[in-house]
């Protein structure tokens, strides 16, 4: 049977993260011992931002990602564990970095690390968490994962760049947002599903196939996840609506209601997203000019194909428990929305 | 005869890099050009941010370290100009964070980047940079030179955090000044140097003495360079007289000072470094004490140390003109003070 499946139109039981944390529960508790173990650092400061951001909890999708693909050809040894931690190492960096960034104030419902412990803090524990990383990817041995990682690295701080410059800028394209949605999130996505067929010695169509789940699943993600911003319930995400609409964030969302608004509506957006200037009843506005518009529904419907994709790209990997669990956590990202 | 003289008391020509510039000079045009490449990106910023880094000169002190110790040992291959462009990656990385930490103007006589493209981009172009300086690291393919560069790494970050917490307290120790300056400074010069032997593939011992020259000769940069910040020439170095002072940066000239002082010499020194109350001829107060305690007379002496153990470690390495030009770099180093 082909694990393709309409998205998320299943009826029946809701599609569920759970199959997946179950498989993956035993090679997650090694892959947080290592976290914990390797967060450490004479340097007090170190290790308590560290934990706090590590102890805030998140899914950890992306080492759940390499784990779930080593196991799938079979990876014995503790490889795919190093790497496991080493993913998510690099995505916590990313976290604290991006915060400074943003000057956001929370993360997954919590204090962001840059309020508590200053920016200077954030900017330097990021570097040490990606020196560690790095370390840790060394220790595998594997110049393939190696590259595959380090290119990651490279390609996400370009995302971030490229975000930046394409912030609070209304003339933002679709396609520029694609760009950036790649490069900062779905290139880990990619790499952490890619490195576990590498490091089990699996043919090049397996690792091809599995960074192109990675990445479709990592653009569906995304794309959820900023419609999510504008609805949807904030308890799931740690994450307030309306934070990219406060902090000017140009998403989805907002580009389609753009192109489809009226010129008053391209005033408002540009008074909201590029001059800074909100006022009580604007997020509503802004809610109700995207469902008007029909934008979260279509940036839903994009995420979808994004789904289909990740789901296809499943179909020559091995079949079992663990390709059916990949596949359920597409539909699970994707049925956040409702 | 041993390369070991007593440092910078020679009499006859001031000493001078330029031997050792001499002896890399084709070298450093290739590792030049890598540079310029591998900061390329379709992203706009990037490459405008790291050539305005690079054009502005310094003198590649660290890329020179990893050709020299290269090809003293033969090295054959194009992987010591991969390895020393990524050197030099990580190096203006850390340049970008720390001017962003620090809330420096200036960078080597220049605005710094922050004050041109803000800090958000020094942030992220540092980011793209690390990530690139590993993609380098990886296609020169020796493990052992990716574990000591990641290693370096995570201890300059770490470094920088120890520093952020010793920062502005006069009651910092010079043991933990000695940890800070190892960690920030001499561990990447140390790295620099020990990858040379390893990718030469020559014997352990080989690379413990290239390392020891390298951590040796940073520290004896980082203690002149902090005496340089309260007198000597500001054309050679690009940072003016008192950025430290202005900085509240706790170097060992002020733990000396602070440590030979009265009561009211501390009562100064807290004043301006903790509280940053400099008015009108605090800078030369501050010089004044220096120089009343020895405190800068006692920090060159103590570089003068390290720059003899720098020597005694380049005996066991192949006697020709690299070594003459890598002792010849220590002396210069230890001379730019007068």
């Given at each position: 049977?082909?694990?393709?499946?309409?998205?998320?139109?299943?009826?029946?039981?809701?599609?569920?993260?759970?199959?997946?944390?179950?498989?993956?529960?035993?090679?997650?508790?090694?892959?947080?011992?290592?976290?914990?173990?390797?967060?450490?650092?004479?340097?007090?400061?170190?290790?308590?931002?560290?934990?706090?951001?590590?102890?805030?909890?998140?899914?950890?999708?992306?080492?759940?990602?390499?784990?779930?693909?080593?196991?799938m050809f079979g990876y014995r040894g503790e490889g795919h564990v190093t790497l496991a931690a080493s993913?998510?190492?690099?995505?916590?960096?990313?976290?604290?970095?991006?915060?400074?960034?943003?000057?956001?104030?929370?993360?997954?419902?919590?204090?962001?690390?840059?309020?508590?412990?200053?920016?200077?803090?954030?900017?330097?524990?990021?570097?040490?968490?990606?020196?560690?990383?790095?370390?840790?990817?060394?220790?595998?041995?594997?110049?393939?994962?190696?590259?595959?990682?380090?290119e990651a690295s490279a390609v996400i701080a370009e995302g971030e760049v490229l975000q930046l410059g394409?912030?609070?800028?209304?003339?933002?394209?679709?396609?520029?947002?694609?760009?950036?949605?790649?490069?900062?999130?779905?290139?880990?996505?990619?790499?952490?599903?890619?490195?576990?067929?590498?490091?089990?010695?699996?043919?090049?169509?397996?690792?091809?196939?599995?960074?192109?789940?990675?990445?479709?699943?990592?653009?569906?993600?995304?794309?959820?996840?900023?419609?999510?911003?504008?609805?949807?319930?904030?308890?799931?995400?740690?994450?307030?609506?309306?934070?990219?609409?406060?902090?000017?964030?140009?998403?989805?969302?907002?580009?389609?209601?753009?192109?489809?608004?009226?010129?008053?509506?391209?005033?408002?957006?540009?008074?909201?997203?590029?001059?800074?200037?909100?006022?009580?009843?604007?997020?509503?506005?802004?809610?109700?000019?995207?469902?008007?518009?029909?934008?979260?529904?279509?940036?839903?419907?994009?995420?979808?194909?994004?789904?289909?994709?990740?789901?296809?790209?499943?179909?020559?990997?091995?079949?079992?428990?663990?390709?059916?669990?990949?596949?359920?956590?597409?539909?699970f990202c994707i049925a956040r929305v409702h």
């Amino acid at each position: 049977m082909s694990v393709v499946a309409s998205v998320s139109d299943k009826k029946g039981k809701d599609p569920s993260i759970q199959p997946l944390v179950d498989l993956m529960s035993e090679g997650m508790e090694a892959v947080n011992r290592l976290i914990l173990s390797k967060a450490g650092s004479n340097v007090e400061m170190i290790p308590e931002i560290a934990r706090h951001l590590i102890s805030s909890g998140g899914k950890r999708l992306r080492p759940m990602l390499t784990l779930a693909l080593a196991e799938m050809f079979g990876y014995r040894g503790e490889g795919h564990v190093t790497l496991a931690a080493s993913v998510e190492f690099m995505h916590t960096a990313t976290l604290l970095h991006d915060d400074v960034v943003d000057e956001s104030d929370m993360r997954r419902g919590k204090l962001a690390a840059r309020k508590l412990w200053g920016n200077q803090a954030s900017v330097l524990v990021g570097d040490y968490l990606l020196g560690q990383a790095f370390k840790m990817m060394v220790d595998v041995g594997s110049l393939e994962a190696l590259r595959i990682l380090s290119e990651a690295s490279a390609v996400i701080a370009e995302g971030e760049v490229l975000q930046l410059g394409a912030a609070q800028n209304v003339e933002t394209t679709e396609a520029q947002y694609m760009q950036v949605i790649e490069a900062k999130t779905a290139a880990l996505f990619a790499a952490a599903a890619e490195v576990g067929p590498v490091i089990s010695n699996a043919d090049a169509a397996m690792q091809q196939a599995a960074r192109r789940y990675g990445m479709d699943l990592g653009l569906a993600f995304q794309l959820v996840d900023d419609a999510l911003d504008y609805g949807g319930s904030s308890a799931d995400l740690g994450k307030d609506i309306g934070d990219d609409f406060r902090e000017g964030k140009i998403t989805l969302p907002v580009i389609l209601a753009i192109a489809r608004g009226s010129d008053a509506d391209r005033a408002f957006w540009k008074r909201c997203l590029e001059a800074h200037e909100i006022g009580d009843g604007d997020l509503d506005g802004a809610i109700e000019r995207l469902r008007q518009t029909d934008a979260l529904a279509d940036t839903i419907l994009r995420a979808r194909t994004f789904g289909q994709s990740a789901l296809r790209a499943l179909e020559p990997l091995p079949a079992g428990p663990i390709r059916d669990a990949l596949a359920e956590a597409v539909e699970f990202c994707i049925a956040r929305v409702h």
